[in-house]
């Protein structure tokens, strides 16, 4: 091998790295070419040998991950996350340049998967140390798995032994696990751990006389940290190591001594030290396995992070990926970089900042004794410079620049499950890109792309493939637009796998996940929420299923309660008949018989109820007026459809309602006010009831709870329209009794706190002016704005500059449109 008259000797090239790390990537880079190896081992799983070629693929641009899934159980996985300045990606792409073999020498995917589940078994009943987060299992090659997120990087996954939240080692059945980047810096006299590794590692230029010299170093170091603790806890990686001993020596034979190794530093002392092939073969003798495939899947640089939650071993991976692109002037170039983004977002940064941060960036570095300045000193020139102290713009710099939102990609010829493949090929042809920024997506469903669009989320969504999740539209209310907020994170390429097992196209796997999903519901509401998604996800071929399920629910289920909250969901599907052109006829009549219950239940289900239980039966009652006007529409003429009269049935429970003393005043309060809302109720007979209700003789409590339900909700404009009701409200709260006022205050404050400020000061005035002292529409107030007898040529010549500024218009067409 060449090279060997260097700081390396016989023996294979072991070359211990920090996963993730640019520093140990350039060293790579260096130490192979000086080399020139006959064959690259690669810490990670050897079942990927057969997908290493893809990596000289054009299609293929990193970050991406090796992604390796239980056949019978595809959510069972495990991810090996490769950044552009991973190490074993610039020794994988060496290789590849180099026509030289790269193998994949880690324990196999096989039996990693198996632990897990066996993991997983015995930590059923037992809690995890990580918060809120299951127990993780052992790390694979340092790196977390996408199900089970890490606490720390690969190199520093274990607090120190000198952490006061590490585990005490004379506590019985707690393992010391030593953060090995922790312990040497706190031997060089550093509090950082990712401070220490910059200045000796990142900081630092490759040796241009001994390109083996930091892997020499690296390997002593690690050497006098396993002899003092061992293993560090993780006493599964005596099994991988002995496996990975056995693949070396198989190299070596083919080889001879022409290997390079590419592991975690943490290995490289046991890879080195002599082990018989008896004693490796029997720590590997009766692993548990699984069947497993293997595929490359994208990756980003926010799953990279600690922030992320994932924890796949470094805070700042923008920042690292930089390093390693960068030519020269590494400081120079990030603050370019900062500005432009600052730029970008409108904020004013000129060439004078730039050159101010990278003065103090260099500064701070002298002043802290940094060989070069690091991403804290380049961050607090940041903030003193570009930001003026304000930690708000710089949040902005730590989220796009400092973690990234890059976003790999994988070549079409990449392993994948046939779900897969058609959802890429359904991408293509929608012309809709993963993203790994988050983004809104506005659809007009008349046009068949975006139509296509909403068709392909909505049957994700079913799948719990959650690339996508609907958001308010701004600017329509309409059935026909549609607004989501989009997002790709890699784990959904395992969502992709799992729902693999429901069909080998979108449509398909979505038709039979909902027929699953309808078997199994728990309740009412969840079948009429399917049937609804259904629709939006256009499977027609699951709604016969649905519909039965549905029908079959809805004739046992006697809770009203129940019906109640069902019927709007399966009303408001009917919507989408017109804009998808679906056919909803049978979901009508399920919805007409629904509310048909509903109407013979509601009453008797109204009576004797408590304050909250009466509430809850508020909004079903509003949301059930909400949907039988819908269903009325949908339904046609009455002489047609048979539903045209379920508005008049609906008005004649509601004055039922209005009229029995036993059902509690919020739902009387509400039902008068939808029939006046409706037509069906006069002012003047609204009034009445209302006078009724505020008399003496009704405790304040229940006249204040009808005042909740009828003018609740909005109703502050009935008020201000008519004040008769106003002045009743006025006069019946000035004969509560102060004993009772206490009681009813609460009731009144959320009843009015709910108004816009522009209805509330208009009662306001109205009541100091004292309402019902003229009937009929609201009248002059002397002295304020806005309440005069006349309309204020004043106050409406205030608006013409906008009106210009919004029609586009010069004063001439403006006084012509007026006119």
């Not at 996954?157 to 090995?180: G, K, N, Y």
């Not at 008399?695 to 909005?714: H, K, L, N, Y």
């Amino acid at each position: 091998m060449a090279g060997t008259e260097g700081g390396r000797g016989a023996g294979p090239l072991l070359l211990g790295v920090r996963h993730h790390g640019p520093g140990s990537a350039r060293a790579v880079r260096a130490a192979l070419a000086a080399a020139r190896p006959r064959v690259v081992l690669i810490e990670g799983p050897p079942e990927a040998d057969a997908l290493i070629p893809l990596a000289a693929d054009e299609g293929m641009r990193p970050p991406v991950a090796l992604l390796a899934h239980a056949v019978d159980e595809p959510g069972r996985s495990a991810f090996w996350p490769l950044a552009e300045f991973s190490p074993e990606w610039v020794a994988i792409r060496w290789a590849l340049e180099h026509e030289v073999p790269a193998r994949f020498i880690d324990l196999p995917a096989t039996h990693t998967l198996a632990w897990r589940k066996d993991d997983e078994a015995d930590n059923d009943d037992a809690e995890g140390e990580l918060t809120g987060e299951e127990q993780p299992p052992e790390p694979i090659a340092g790196t977390p798995t996408a199900e089970t997120p890490s606490a720390g990087s690969p190199s520093s996954e274990f607090p120190s032994a000198s952490d006061p939240a590490a585990p005490d080692p004379s506590t019985p059945d707690i393992d010391l696990r030593v953060d090995p980047l922790a312990v040497l810096a706190e031997a060089a006299g550093y509090d950082d751990p990712e401070r220490w590794w910059e200045d000796v590692v990142e900081h630092r230029g490759v040796g241009e006389r001994d390109a083996f010299a930091p892997f020499t170093a690296l390997e002593e170091a690690m050497g006098a940290l396993r002899e003092t603790y061992g293993v560090g806890g993780r006493d599964r990686d005596l099994v991988r190591e002995a496996y990975m001993r056995l693949q070396v020596r198989a190299a070596q034979r083919e080889f001879e001594d022409d290997v390079a190794v590419v592991c975690g530093a943490w290995h490289v002392p046991a890879l080195r030290q002599k082990a018989s092939v008896a004693a490796d073969r029997a720590l590997l003798k009766g692993l548990p396995k699984v069947k497993a495939d293997l595929t490359w899947v994208p990756w980003t640089h926010r799953r990279l992070s600690r922030a992320s939650g994932y924890g796949a071993g470094i805070d700042s991976p923008g920042w690292y990926g930089h390093l390693f692109s960068a030519p020269d002037r590494p400081v120079e170039r990030w603050m370019t970089k900062v500005a432009g983004l600052f730029r970008e977002e409108d904020r004013i940064v000129s060439p004078a900042h730039v050159i101010e941060a990278v003065r103090l960036a260099e500064t701070l570095a002298v002043m802290r004794g940094r060989p070069l300045p690091g991403l804290g000193e380049t961050t607090d020139a940041v903030r003193a410079v570009m930001c003026e102290g304000s930690d708000v713009p710089l949040s902005l710099v730590r989220d796009r620049l400092v973690v990234g939102d890059v976003l790999g990609e994988v070549p079409p010829g990449a392993p994948a499950v046939p779900l897969q493949r058609d959802l890429d090929r359904s991408q293509r042809r929608l012309r809709i890109k993963p993203e790994a920024l988050e983004r809104e997506l506005e659809l007009d469903l008349r046009k068949e792309i975006d139509a296509g669009r909403s068709t392909l989320l909505h049957r994700l969504r079913l799948l719990r493939i959650e690339w996508g999740e609907p958001a308010a539209s701004r600017g329509s209310t309409g059935t026909f637009r549609e607004t989501w907020r989009l997002r790709w994170e890699p784990e959904l390429a395992v969502r992709v796998a799992e729902a693999g097992v429901w069909g080998t196209t979108v449509p398909a796997a979505a038709t039979a996940k909902a027929e699953a999903d309808a078997v199994g519901a728990e309740s009412l509401a969840d079948v009429t929420a399917l049937a609804e998604h259904c629709l939006l996800a256009e499977l027609p071929d699951a709604l016969p299923v649905v519909m039965k399920v549905l029908a079959d629910r809805a004739a046992l289920d006697t809770d009203v309660g129940h019906l109640a909250q069902a019927l709007p969901a399966l009303v408001r599907s009917l919507r989408y008949g017109d804009v998808r052109g679906t056919d909803t006829g049978a979901l009508t009549e399920v919805a007409a018989g629904l509310a048909e219950r509903v109407f013979v239940g509601l009453p008797p289900a109204c009576a004797a109820l408590d304050g909250d239980a009466a509430e809850e039966m508020r909004r079903h009652v509003d949301a059930v007026h909400g949907a039988v006007g819908l269903l009325g529409d949908a339904g046609g003429s009455g002489a047609e459809s048979g539903h045209g009269d379920l508005r008049v049935r609906w008005r004649a429970v509601l004055r039922t309602l209005s009229a029995r003393d036993t059902v509690p005043g919020v739902i009387r309060g509400r039902a008068v006010r939808l029939l006046l809302d409706e037509g069906e109720l006069g002012a003047d007979e609204a009034a009445r009831l209302m006078g009724l209700v505020l008399s003496p003789g009704t405790p304040p409590a229940d006249a204040a709870a009808w005042i909740e339900g009828f003018v609740g909700g909005g109703g502050g404009l009935l008020l201000v329209h008519d004040e008769r009701l106003l002045g009743l409200v006025d006069e019946w709260l000035t004969r509560v009794p102060a004993e009772a006022f206490t009681d009813v205050l609460p009731l009144l404050r959320r009843t009015f706190s709910s108004y816009e400020p522009g209805v509330r000061r208009t009662l306001g005035e109205l009541v100091r002016r004292g309402p019902g002292k003229q009937t009929g529409t609201t009248t002059a107030v002397a002295g304020i704005p806005g309440f005069g007898a006349e309309p204020d040529a004043g106050r409406a010549d205030a608006v013409v500059p906008v009106l210009r500024l919004l029609l586009g218009l010069d004063d001439d067409e403006l006084v012509g449109v007026a006119g």
